[in-house]
């Protein structure tokens, strides 16, 4: 079985909103895994994007971390649209998801305060 649709206009508004901060922070979390924001450039306009990435990333684990408003559930229910499969294998990952994804937020948590503290620094 799966989840009902949302049906509020803000649930859906909710679920679009965690599901491209979801993908901005996998790319965001990517690129500081390779160290791409941290190759040392001088670039102040590098230093406030650092900041606004860092503050992104911060946001969407909070939204992910805290379930605010059941964004841990919508956003499981946009991944899990246009996968159709529905084998045992395939429900019990999307049964895992939720723990996971909570685990994700509490990270992003931590990678984007760090990331935002440090351009700050540079910045001031």
Do not use: C, K, Y
């Not at 909103?17 to 590098?46: K, Y």
């Not at 045992?88 to 992003?108: E, F, I, K, M, Y």
């Amino acid at each position: 079985m799966s989840d009902p649709a949302p049906s509020l206009r803000f649930d859906r508004a909710l679920a679009a909103v965690a599901h491209r901060g979801f993908n901005l922070s996998f790319v965001v979390s990517l690129a500081l895994l390779l160290g791409v924001l941290a190759l040392g450039w001088s670039a102040l306009w590098l230093d406030w994007a650092e900041l606004v990435l860092g503050l992104a990333l911060v946001a969407e684990g909070f939204l992910l971390a805290t379930n605010w408003r059941e964004a841990r559930r919508l956003l499981v229910w946009r991944l899990r649209q246009r996968r159709t499969r529905a084998t045992l294998t395939a429900r019990v990952v999307w049964r895992l998801a939720s723990p996971a994804l909570q685990l994700l937020g509490v990270a992003w948590i931590g990678a984007g305060a760090l990331t935002a503290a440090l351009a700050l620094a540079r910045i001031v």
